[in-house]
């Protein structure tokens, strides 16, 4: 492999780290908050009000309620990368093992092109808001639920990926000339087409991880939140249940003209995760670009 | 004989999977948030939310479909509604314009470069979600403002419209897809047999490229219209949301909950037909002028 793809495994893992052992680490607990608070400057107290900018006590500053944004952040990191993993995993699994069996066939024409018109993160907001606004569900059940939505929404897409990836290699003389010296479909799919589509599926894999992370974030724009979200009618207010990373950005947005410092943690942090994962991927995609890759004539 | 039957089979499955489809999945969506709902710890179904389609048809015949409650208002869709998609027109119209005129000439400079280090960069602007490069956008002309005191551009919509940062932010995505897909393709024909024929035969480099290589890019560019239009249309909801610009999105995401009466499915469905009318016709301009350019192309 190369050096974009240990750089970003690398920074990956830190961010792993963070995500597993952060919250032993937080400076306060994800409850507490401190939306007003005094301080004696020059032996007299002084009133400093939420949301309080970076300082000694609150390193990354408060939100609008007076929480800590290193708690929250420290909190929130393992369902946002928990909610990426899972949802490329969901997809890439039952994608390949379709893919490759439908790839055994010419692909048919694209029909349903039309259905497109509407952006699936539209689709997901309209399945999702019935159950993530004030939900009785608990917080994790409702976290599963809605990665495997999120995850199905996108599964026809790698199933077609990896359907036009298998039909190419169908098509390859080796594959003609298994087939003459008797190999079975389920013998070529497994030992023939599989391992050539060992890249393809690493690379599909990241890209999925990428696209569920924006998806995610699209969604928390319209205030449906990973885990649930907490509205309140008096006054109207909203908040995330996990406090994941995109809910955080897309809280704190409505303060972008007032307050622009509050969104720099959140958004360096979602940041670090998609340099991370890009870095993977364009290794990945170098390594077997420089493997199979052919040469132009031009 | 055979020929008419095939035109009139290929008629039909042409007006069901483009017309009648969307049309059913359009009723299926708006009734989408009516049906699935939780109570006591469980995801519940209410199917019978699912009649109100028809609901929705019988409707038009007396004109009760077409009204709506926004706020203290009363609303008619073709009286209300068109100004709002009229502003959403104009953002999707000039972003995929200049995603498809820009795109692929930029395409088509870097497909030498498919694996440059600036090609990764643009590749990783690519992957950077829309909500992010708006905020981005935004945080950047408030910042500029605080240092210079000028007014760079407008971070949202008051009087009037926004234009210069709403239209870098969706312009930028179809862009950046048009010349990657454009890249990829110039490359892999680039490797073919017929452009390595044409070379030996002696024809020079230039006309190689603008006469085999060009015209084999443009049935793929056709068949990306499709997929650009989706992508202006994804940029359009979020952007109108963030830019808090008056189009038939934002109206459709404010107040499709609102009015007093809960949610309102007559006007969230015609609001997605708007919506789908757009898409069909961004993505019939985007391809009538790749057609037109491939037209074009034959008297140069």
């Known amino acids: 492999m190369n050096r974009e793809f240990y750089i970003g495994l690398v920074l990956l893992f830190l961010l792993v780290m963070t995500a597993l052992f952060g919250p032993r680490f937080a400076p306060f607990d994800p409850g507490y908050s401190e939306s007003v608070r005094t301080v004696v400057v020059d032996g007299e107290n002084e009133y400093i009000f939420a949301p309080e900018p970076p300082s000694s006590r609150h390193p990354f500053g408060t939100d609008i309620y007076g929480y800590d944004f290193l708690t929250i952040i420290l909190y929130g990191a393992k369902y946002t990368l928990g909610a990426c993993f899972l949802i490329a995993l969901l997809r890439i699994v039952p994608g390949l093992i379709w893919g490759i069996g439908a790839g055994m066939k010419k692909p048919s024409s694209r029909k349903m092109e039309s259905a497109g018109a509407i952006p699936s993160f539209i689709i997901l907001a309209f399945i999702l808001s019935g159950m993530t606004f004030n939900t009785t569900m608990g917080t994790v059940k409702l976290f599963f639920i809605q990665t495997a939505l999120i995850a199905l929404i996108g599964l026809p897409g790698v199933i077609t990926s990896i359907q036009d990836k298998t039909w190419l290699q169908n098509r390859e003389p080796y594959i003609e000339a298994a087939r003459s010296c008797g190999a079975g479909p389920f013998r070529i799919a497994w030992r023939h087409i599989f391992p050539h589509l060992r890249g393809a599926t690493f690379t599909i894999f990241m890209t999925e991880v990428i696209s569920s992370l924006n998806l995610i974030g699209q969604l928390a724009i319209f205030s449906i939140f990973l885990g649930g979200t907490i509205a309140t009618q008096s006054p109207p207010l909203l908040h995330s249940a996990t406090n994941e990373w995109m809910g955080i950005i897309a809280l704190t947005r409505t303060s972008i003209n007032s307050r622009p410092w509050m969104l720099f943690i959140p958004m360096t942090a979602y940041l670090l995760i998609l340099v991370s994962f890009n870095l993977i991927l364009h290794g990945i995609e170098k390594h077997y670009g420089k493997k199979y890759g052919k040469t132009p004539f031009l | ?300």
């Open chain 2, 1 to 300: 004989m055979n020929k008419r039957i095939g035109i009139r089979d290929g008629f039909l499955k042409f007006f069901f999977y483009n017309f009648l489809f969307p049309l059913f999945f359009i009723f299926l969506l708006a009734s989408v948030p009516l049906i699935i709902g939780n109570s006591d710890g469980q995801v519940r179904f209410r199917l019978l939310y699912l009649l109100l389609a028809k609901d929705y048809i019988t409707g038009l015949f007396n004109g009760s479909s077409l009204s709506f409650n926004v706020g203290q208002f009363q609303w008619y869709a073709f009286r209300e509604l068109p100004p709002y998609f009229a502003v959403t027109l104009f953002y999707t119209g000039i972003s995929s314009a200049i995603g498809i005129l820009l795109g692929f000439p930029l395409g088509l400079l870097r497909y030498k470069k498919i694996n440059s280090l600036s090609q990764n960069i643009l590749s990783f602007i690519g992957s950077i979600p829309d909500f992010f490069i708006i905020l981005l956008l935004q945080l950047g002309a408030i910042y500029f403002m605080k240092l210079t005191g000028k007014r760079l551009a407008k971070i949202s919509m008051t009087s009037d419209l926004p234009i210069l940062l709403p239209l870098i932010a969706m312009s930028l995505f179809p862009v950046l897809y048009v010349a990657r897909q454009t890249s990829r393709a110039a490359h892999e024909v680039s490797c073919r047999d017929f452009i390595q024929f044409a070379r030996a035969k002696g024809i020079s480099r230039r006309r190689t490229f603008f006469l085999h290589l060009v015209p084999a890019l443009l049935p793929g560019l056709s068949a990306d219209t499709a997929k650009v239009a989706m992508l202006v249309l994804a940029n359009v909801f979020i952007a109108e949301n963030l830019f808090l610009i008056q189009g038939i999105t934002h109206v459709m995401v404010n107040f499709s909950f609102s009015g007093g009466g809960g949610y309102q499915f007559d006007f969230v469905v015609t609001c997605l037909l708007y919506i789908f009318a757009l898409y069909l016709i961004i993505s019939t301009a985007l391809r009538l002028l790749v057609h037109g350019a491939a037209f074009l192309r034959r008297y140069i």
